[in-house]
Every structure is written in structure tokens, then in C-alpha cells.
């Protein structure tokens, strides 16, 4: 089937979506003259302004075409992190992209950019990633040498042919590339690796013979060191830990985070406290009392905890399953100030029992001593007395009032603010 003519379809697709784009660039293997009957077109759209950068898949006069939308942030984040990584596939889309619907002074900037970070190169590698990966294809072939059997040995050598070929390209002080690309970029590193590469890994897949792919490998790696088996400890980041959710207990509570078996009582919680808290807490989303909203606020919450964000958490009697307040420790700072934002609610018929008196004191001491904040922040609005009477005997101190601070039922309200500091 002939198609239309490439330039021509992206023009139209530019008339039509981006008529705003101050740059589109018409890249890929079809404007190389490299293309076969299932190549698509790559189209680079920049904008004086997005919310975020994406990535789409289309079709268009017949043509699959893959979008990469950017503006001069996005497009300046991608090249710099193209260039960290070593594949800088944006940049390169860039440099040979054909300019729609003809240059302009700033395509001819984003262009001269991508092209000048192509000459220079990727950073060196380092002592530390060059053993990295003298490591990893290291082991890879441990396990092609003696393979439990050809399922394996296939599984090793695909595995090894992106650590070898990036390994091949980054230790020399090339740009690397993934996929369907490496053979080519093999190519620029040393005329006739490719096919190297190629017949090495055919013996493989064919013969389950390794030993042309082991004798490459070798080749390969030698002028760095060789092989390596014994690397030093590399030890993972510190905060590379899923924090167990704390469970703590009162005389007649219990303390926890959510989990999806607790959204019919939540639902009940806050149905049955709706008109009561209405005018005391901002205006809630329209699915606010619904099991969708509750199923994302929890799985959200769960991510908080572990990022130490913030710390939501249940109340709800020792001997029943009922959920009758909750209690909110937001907004988490670390640094130099290491406080949070304290919010809570109870259940109206628990009221007047001191259960969120006894609730605050029990969480209040984890937040301090176990999360190690130094200052917890709980404002209220003027007219809630309640709450400021159970502040004040939790030893919170009144820091002032800030008026318009929140808006609540359509009208922004005073607040007064208060603060609890770490006891010494």
C-alpha cells in the first residue's frame, strides 16, 4: 500500500494538533532512508509551555507515528539526562530531525544544542562503573558456560547482548544506545563488530555453543581488567527500606493506617460525621464519599509513609474493628526543620470520653520519638472551642491567629495557629 509522503503527513498532523508547537522535527529511520514497511515516524514537538512533557502513539494518514512533546525545560531535562545515561535518543532525534514547516531561529538553537552535546560525547566512565559492569557481564557468563539447559543459555546470551554491547561503547568513550540501534553504533566503534557480535550470538541461539560469545566477551573486556568476579560491597542507599506501618496502642485503642478492608467503615465514619464536620474542614471532592476515592487515598498514604511524608492513621476501639476518628500528620519537612501539620476528627458519639485526648498522646509520642520531628503544627478555626481546649491540655501553644487562612463552606476563615515542640 503506498502511503503519503512523510513530510506532508506530519505537516497536516502539525496543522491539526500543534498549530501552536514552535518547533516540530521529523526524525527516524525514514527520513535516514533507512526504512522498512513497518517503520514509523518520529516527530519531536517543542511548545513555549507545557504542564509535562509526553509521549504518544497515533496513527495518521496510514502512518504510525511516535509524538515526543516537550518545551525548552522538558527538552533541556531530557538532553541533560540523555547525556548522563549515555543514550541521548532525544538529542539525537533532535540533531537530524528535519525542521516543519521550515527553520526557525530557536529549531535552529534546540538543533545546534543536541548536535553539540552529541560531539562532546558522554561523561567518562568512572572506576566504579566500569567494575560494575566488568561484574554484571562477568556473571552472565558464569551462567552461559554451564547452562542447566538451551532455555537458559538463550536467556543468558539475550540478557548479555545489550551488557556487552553498552560495555563495549561506554568504557571506549562512546554514546551507547538500546535495541535495534546498538548494531550501528557497534559499527562506528570498530568496522565489522556488528557482524561479530552477530555470528557470536547466532551459535548460541543455533548450536548452543557459547564459546565464540565467551571469546568476544573476553576481547571485549580485557583492556579494562578482564573478568571480574570479586567486586567490593556496593551498599544501597539508606532510605531503600519499606517501613513496616506502626500499630500502636492505648488503653482503649488501637492506632493504625488503613488497609482496603477498612473502607466500608471508613465510608461509614465519615457518611454519618458529614454535616457535623462540614463546617469545620475545607470542602471535600465530589467522590470524596466514595470506595474509589478511599482506595487511592490509602494507597497514597502508604507511599507518603514511606517517602516520610506524612503518617495517616485510624482510630478505632480494642475490641472492634469500628472506625471512629482519624488523625493526619501532613506536610512533613526534614531538614533544619523537621515538623508536620497535625489534623484529626472523632466520631461524635465518642465525644466528651477524652478518646482523642488519649488518641493524640499515643501518636504524639511516636511522631516525636520514633519519627524524630522536632515540632508538630494544628490550627483550628476561632469559634471550634473543642479543639482548642484539647490543644491546650496537650500542651500546644497558641503562636497567633491568621485570618483568611483556610477556606471552609465558601468563605475563607480565621484560624487560631498553635505549635507542640519536641519535649526535652
Known amino acids: 500500500m503506498s502511503r503519503a509522503d512523510p513530510r506532508e503527513t506530519i505537516e497536516d498532523l502539525r496543522r491539526l494538533r500543534f498549530p501552536e508547537a514552535v518547533a516540530v522535527f521529523l526524525a527516524g529511520s525514514v527520513m535516514r532512508g533507512q526504512a522498512t514497511e513497518h517503520s514509523d515516524l518520529d516527530v519531536v514537538v517543542v511548545h513555549s509551555s507545557l504542564p509535562s512533557a509526553y509521549r504518544e502513539s497515533l496513527l495518521h494518514r496510514d502512518w504510525p507515528v511516535e509524538l515526543f512533546v516537550h518545551d525548552p525545560e522538558t527538552l533541556a531535562h531530557f538532553f541533560e539526562s540523555g547525556r548522563q545515561s549515555g543514550v541521548p535518543s532525544l538529542a539525537a532525534m533532535v540533531a537530524e530531525g528535519l525542521e516543519l514547516p521550515e527553520p526557525t531561529e530557536r529549531s535552529r538553537h534546540w538543533k545546534e544544542q543536541a548536535r553539540e552535546l552529541l560531539r562532546q560525547g558522554p561523561p567518562a ?136 478492608c477498612d473502607i466500608p467503615a471508613i465510608l461509614r465514619y465519615v457518611r454519618q460525621n458529614q454535616a457535623r464536620l462540614a463546617p469545620l474542614e475545607p470542602e471535600r471532592p465530589l467522590d470524596f464519599y466514595t470506595p474509589g476515592y478511599w482506595q487511592d487515598y490509602l494507597a497514597r498514604a502508604r507511599v507518603e509513609f514511606t517517602q516520610e511524608t506524612a503518617l495517616r ?66 490550627n483550628y478555626v476561632t469559634d471550634n472551642e473543642r479543639s ?3 490543644l491546650e491540655r496537650l500542651g500546644f501553644r497558641i503562636e497567633g491567629r491568621a485570618p483568611d487562612y483556610l477556606q471552609i463552606g465558601g468563605q475563607w476563615r480565621e484560624h487560631v495557629l498553635t505549635a507542640l515542640t519536641r519535649p526535652e
Open 388 to 390: 482548642g481546649r484539647l
Open 313 to 378: 492513621l485510624l482510630l478505632h476501639p480494642r475490641q472492634s474493628q469500628e472506625v471512629i476518628g482519624i488523625i493526619n500528620f501532613s506536610q512533613i519537612f526534614r531538614g533544619p526543620f523537621q515538623a508536620c501539620y497535625l489534623g484529626y476528627s472523632l466520631d461524635s458519639r465518642w465525644e466528651g470520653k477524652g478518646i482523642m485526648f488519649e488518641a493524640l498522646q499515643c501518636a504524639l509520642d511516636f511522631v516525636f520519638n520514633q519519627l524524630g520531628l522536632h515540632r508538630v503544627m494544628a
Open 125 to 260: 566512565w568512572d572506576s566504579r562503573q566500569l567494575q560494575a559492569a566488568r561484574y554484571a557481564i562477568t556473571d552472565v557468563c558464569d551462567d552461559l558456560r554451564s547452562p542447566r539447559g538451551p532455555e537458559q543459555a538463550m536467556a543468558s546470551a539475550c540478557r548479555l547482548y545489550e551488557l556487552l554491547a553498552n560495555f563495549a561503547l561506554r568504557a571506549n568513550g562512546r554514546w551507547s544506545a538500546t535495541g535495534k540501534s546498538l548494531p550501528g553504533q557497534l559499527e562506528l566503534l570498530e568496522p565489522g563488530l556488528a557482524s561479530l557480535f552477530t555470528d557470536a550470538f547466532a551459535q548460541v541461539f543455533r548450536e548452543q555453543n557459547p564459546q565464540a560469545l565467551l571469546e568476544l566477551t573476553d576481547r571485549l573486556l580485557d583492556p579494562f581488567g578482564g573478568r571480574l568476579f570479586c567486586e567490593p560491597p556496593r551498599p544501597a542507599p539508606a532510605s531503600w527500606r519499606l517501613r513496616t506501618p506502626p500499630r500502636l496502642e492505648t488503653e482503649r485503642l488501637v492506632l493504625r493506617m488503613g488497609e482496603e
